[in-house]
């Protein structure tokens, strides 16, 4: 995305299907990107909306924008996505000096909350729903609960002060002459209030048994809630992560996660003598694949090349695809004449390849270049070395593997 971002925002395809991609895999409600540079926002469906600072209900991007956080989750509706309401996990991007280039992130359906509302409300009379610090009512159980807002009701407008005080849990109100219980807790990953409210009337014991009955229910029911509600948002963060650091097409660790992995490597050769050899190659001629056979046919390209890669490559070293149709591999204990020797294995690995021929149309192969990680090398200097070495081989005829000087 960032690469995209940067250099290939015109090419809305690319990102469609990359969209898409994540959406059908992770079963998402949908998977969305928004650009810092045009403020087009895109969805696996293609472009969606050109974003504006003074339409409302674009607000959630330019606050986030403007936050410290790099993620969050907002929960929110999208009207261009109808009338369901949406768990948004927001994710920013930003360029290798830092500059933001946009967000991107997923969006769920909260539809399975509804179904919890409704089986407390029917099992024990009880009614919950989620609120913000003003007392906006943000979700509730759908064509039951109109509550919009605790200021709809005076009582409950009376009350929003001291729900929203971390202290206070239990309160006691009358509305239309009945008498209610409510109790409240706060889910901080979702900046919430979890609100649980009940009838005394619905109870056949006495005021004061049902009174104690609410606390000890209530109190159980929203720690429940707030558990599942936690651990979903959770799982999804995982996700997120999981999306920021590997590549869901070839399900290999992307350029983030290798350039992190690496600096660790060259810590630990320093201090403890460890020899480390970096390979980077791309596809000679891809674009004509693209171009002749279709993307899909280049995506599964990829995908065949990267299952090679796991069956050449030791378990110890680590493979990423950097980015298009360019992987890197960090050998460890590995120095430069054995990382030659690796380096020309996964060439005539890939040429051989009957599969991948006859995906193709074509023999795929692969200009690799090599190189040994100094003892003064940072990741910046390793990288310039070994992609010189790739263009050597490149330039030279392609097919072939090149060793740094």
């Keep these: 995305m960032k690469d995209w971002l940067a250099h290939e925002e015109s090419d809305v395809s690319q990102i469609t299907q990359y969209l898409g991609t994540i959406k059908n895999k992770y079963n998402m409600f949908t998977a969305f990107l928004v650009s810092e540079k045009s403020h087009n926002y895109y969805t696996a469906n293609g472009f969606l909306e050109k974003i504006d600072i003074n339409n409302e209900h674009n607000d959630w991007y330019f606050s986030f924008r403007d936050k410290a956080e790099q993620s969050e989750v907002n929960i929110d509706y999208n009207k261009h996505m109808g009338e369901a309401l949406i768990m948004f996990i927001n994710h920013k991007i930003y360029d290798d000096n830092n500059n933001m280039l946009g967000a991107t992130?997923?969006?769920?359906?909260?539809?399975?909350?509804?179904?919890?509302?409704?089986?407390?409300?029917?099992?024990?009379?009880?009614?919950?729903?989620?609120?913000?610090t003003s007392g906006q009512v943000f979700i509730a159980e759908q064509e039951v609960n109109s509550l919009t807002h605790l200021n709809q009701h005076e009582e409950l407008s009376r009350l929003i002060p001291d729900i929203t005080k971390p202290d206070k849990q239990l309160f006691e109100y009358t509305m239309n002459g009945e008498a209610y219980l409510l109790t409240k807790k706060y889910v901080p990953e979702l900046d919430l209030y979890v609100v649980v409210e009940a009838k005394v009337d619905n109870f056949t014991q006495s005021v004061q048994e049902a009174f104690y009955f609410n606390i000890i229910v209530s109190v159980l029911i929203t720690l429940l809630i707030t558990i599942i509600v936690v651990l979903y948002v959770r799982k999804i963060h995982?996700?997120?992560?999981?999306?920021?650091?590997?590549?869901?097409?070839?399900d290999l660790p992307n350029r983030r996660t290798f350039y992190s992995r690496l600096e660790h490597f060259i810590v630990m050769?320093?201090?403890?003598?460890?020899?480390?050899?970096?390979?980077?190659?791309?596809?000679?001629?891809?674009?004509?694949?693209n171009d002749v056979e279709g993307h899909d046919v280049g995506d599964g390209v990829l995908i065949k090349i990267a299952d090679i890669l796991k069956t050449t490559i030791r378990t110890s070293d680590f493979i990423a695809r950097w980015g298009g149709e360019e992987f890197i591999i960090l050998l460890i204990d590995t120095k430069s004449e054995d990382a030659l020797k690796i380096a020309e294995q996964v060439r005539q690995n890939i040429e051989n390849n009957a599969e991948l021929k006859h995906q193709a149309q074509k023999t795929v192969t692969v200009s690799l270049g090599v190189t040994e990680v100094r003892d003064n090398d940072d990741a910046d200097s390793l990288f310039k070395r070994v992609d010189d070495a790739l263009y050597q081989a490149k330039r030279t005829g392609k097919n072939r593997v090149v060793v740094a000087k």
């Design 105 to 132: 992130g997923i969006g769920l359906k909260t539809s399975y909350i509804n179904e919890m509302l409704k089986f407390f409300r029917e099992r024990f009379n009880f009614s919950v729903y989620f609120i913000n």
């Design 238 to 250: 995982g996700k997120l992560n999981e999306l920021a650091s590997n590549d869901s097409l070839t």
């Design 269 to 289: 050769k320093k201090r403890r003598q460890q020899e480390l050899a970096v390979v980077f190659f791309d596809i000679d001629d891809f674009k004509k694949v």
